[in-house]
């Protein structure tokens, strides 16, 4: 329930060992490594030579993977020496990068060319009336659109209207006009609801003009297909060697770069760090002619979490909040807990449930490991849904009637309020018993900790006396009470007790959502039912309303639910104990998947 334990790490060495210590470190890929501050012994260093070199190469490597459109599926096995790696990027950019660059100016030219007759076909194809001659001349042919006829505006020019016709609440007008008068007329377009359409040379007219850009677009299309038969033909067999390339490169500027972390004088370095200190010894004995001091992480520590299976997968809900501030709690496990089962609450139909698992697992087909994370959580919550819907008897409301396992939502309602509100109570002082074990591991004085923690207990305590009628008892635990929160937040704290109220009635939503579930469901059956009463469109009609009707209630109740559970969280829960101001740990490790990822 708290973050790892971890150790502050000091390591000093050689400048002439920097290059090897620093490769050490990465195959270690145990340690965070922190900026340090300058003394007045050591001052900050800088970036390792050849990192300039590294990234203008891994920019050009990039860019041929990015023009190639090169899959990033690999996984690098061992990292080769530096100077070979750069001997083989060099020798491949220089081969491959003007060949690739040619081919990608020619593909960006025949775009640009293929937006111009898609724009040019736009324009042509959307006018009512199919113009028969267009060159410009002393005299010049305008196509203007507006939202009324051209002849009724005051243009400061005369105008010899051509051909004039309506189409969809449009006036499309071909007007005549001299050269001479084209900046009156233009000026005057600005100023009214008219624009001009600019239309290219059509000496055979529009029709013709059509098929040309009809032919030239087909054209097009064949000489992108083959530039792309190109690209492919340029890096095949040559996918894994691009790909080894970058992946090394972007471990050894990783190590160029670190470098800045570090601080330096004249013959040492020094570097410092985290590790969970299960890997103290292990980095001791990797540098046994090293000086490594190691004490307590400090306060500016980064946060490890440290969840382990089912957990593991909500940790995303905790850090969009915040990331765990180092050694306080990690609600994780908890969310991991209440998450779903807040959402299936607020869901419970059988129907939804399984319509929602069954797109789980149609997304996980399509997409595979990569959105794992997202999946678990809704596919937890679909189950839970499921079982809560067998408890309540609602599958797509009453279309499929199942016998309840308790009672339906409506039926039970008051007494489901009734659990919504135990339910919060157990939530809310789950988060006192945190705050409390947290101010355990702050150290805070115990008069601080009491004045923190008390408020919600003595609240609670003070309306179960007043339930057995212990009135006296009541007003004593009330004045308490009182002067805690006096003393805490002077006058308004006061307010703290109605904020409790607040926060713990806010649970009754998980009611309310069931209800909006099985209620729009309800009602999406009714009038569906009504449908078939209307002959022989009735079943078509049923099945529109069935399919759209509980399509439209499943999408906004796994919204509705998701925000509501994340809500009961982020602002009833975390707020009695949750302090979310860590930064994550990172391990300076090997990188062995592409673009950075990570294992």
Not at 21 to 44: F, Y
Not at 179 to 189: A, G, I, R
Not at 317 to 338: K, N, Q
Not at 580 to 596: L, S, V
């Amino acid at each position: 329930m708290k973050t790892e334990d971890l150790s502050k790490l000091l390591v000093f060495g050689s400048i002439q060992d920097k290059k090897e210590i620093i490769s050490r470190l990465q195959h270690l890929g145990v340690m965070h490594i922190s900026k340090a501050d300058p003394s007045n012994q050591l001052v900050q260093d800088s970036p390792m030579q050849g990192v300039d070199v590294m990234s203008h190469l891994l920019l050009n490597l990039q860019y041929i993977a990015k023009q190639t459109n090169l899959d990033t599926s690999f996984t690098l096995e061992g990292l080769p020496p530096v100077e070979k790696v750069i001997e083989q990027a060099n020798e491949f950019v220089e081969k491959h990068l003007g060949k690739v660059e040619d081919l990608s100016n020619e593909k960006k030219s025949l775009l640009r060319k293929h937006a111009r007759i898609l724009a040019q076909r736009s324009e042509i194809e959307k006018l009512p009336f199919a113009l028969n001659h267009r060159v410009p001349s002393a005299h010049q042919r305008i196509v203007l659109l507006s939202e009324n006829s051209v002849a009724g505006y005051p243009f400061p020019v005369k105008l010899k209207i051509q051909q004039e016709m309506k189409n969809q609440g449009q006036f499309f007008t071909e007007v005549f006009v001299l050269n001479k008068d084209l900046n009156q007329l233009h000026n005057s377009l600005r100023k009214s609801q008219s624009k001009q359409i600019n239309l290219p040379e059509m000496p055979l007219g529009s029709v013709q003009f059509l098929h040309t850009l009809q032919r030239e677009e087909k054209d097009i299309n064949e000489k992108l297909d083959e530039i792309e038969k190109d690209f492919f033909r340029k890096i095949n067999g040559k996918q894994s060697k691009i790909k080894f390339l970058i992946t090394s490169l972007e471990n050894y500027r990783e190590q160029a770069n670190i470098t800045q972390k570090f601080l330096q004088s004249k013959n040492f370095f020094a570097v410092q760090g985290y590790v969970v200190k299960k890997d103290v010894q292990r980095i001791k004995n990797s540098f046994p002619e090293t000086t490594i001091i190691s004490m307590p992480a400090d306060t500016k520590a980064p946060s490890k979490l440290k969840n382990k299976g089912f957990a593991k997968f909500f940790e995303p809900i905790t850090t969009m909040f915040g990331i765990p501030t180092y050694s306080l709690i990690d609600p994780t496990p908890l969310v991991s807990l209440f998450f779903p089962f807040f959402f299936g609450f607020m869901l419970s139909d059988v129907g939804y449930g399984l319509l929602l698992l069954i797109s789980i697992f149609a997304i996980y087909f399509q997409v595979g490991e990569k959105f794992k994370t997202p999946l678990i959580i809704f596919g937890t919550s679909a189950v839970s849904s499921i079982i809560f819907g067998m408890v309540f008897g609602s599958f797509f409301g009453n279309l499929v009637p199942i016998t309840p396992l308790y009672q339906d939502s409506f039926s039970a309602s008051f007494i489901i309020l009734q659990v919504s509100l135990l339910i919060g109570l157990v939530h809310i002082n789950l988060g006192v018993l945190l705050q409390i074990y947290q101010q355990f591991l702050k150290k805070t004085p115990l008069a601080k900790a009491l004045q923190v923690t008390l408020p919600i207990p003595l609240i609670e305590g003070a309306v179960v006396l007043l339930l057995f009628k212990q009135y006296l008892a009541a007003i004593i635990v009330a004045i308490i009470l009182l002067i805690l929160l006096y003393r805490e937040k002077g006058f308004f704290g006061i307010m703290d007790i109605t904020g409790f109220f607040g926060t713990w009635f806010s649970y009754a939503r998980l009611l309310a959502l069931s209800l909006a579930t099985a209620g729009v469901a309800l009602a999406v059956n009714i009038v569906a039912q009504k449908a078939l009463s209307l002959g022989k469109i009735g079943f078509v009609l049923w099945l529109f309303v069935i399919a759209f009707g509980h399509l439209f209630n499943f999408v906004l109740n796994i919204i509705g639910c998701t925000i509501h559970s994340v809500r009961l969280h982020y602002v009833e829960f975390f707020s009695l104990f949750y302090e979310g101001e860590g930064h994550p740990f990172k391990e300076f490790k090997i990188q062995r998947k592409m673009n950075g990822s990570e294992d």
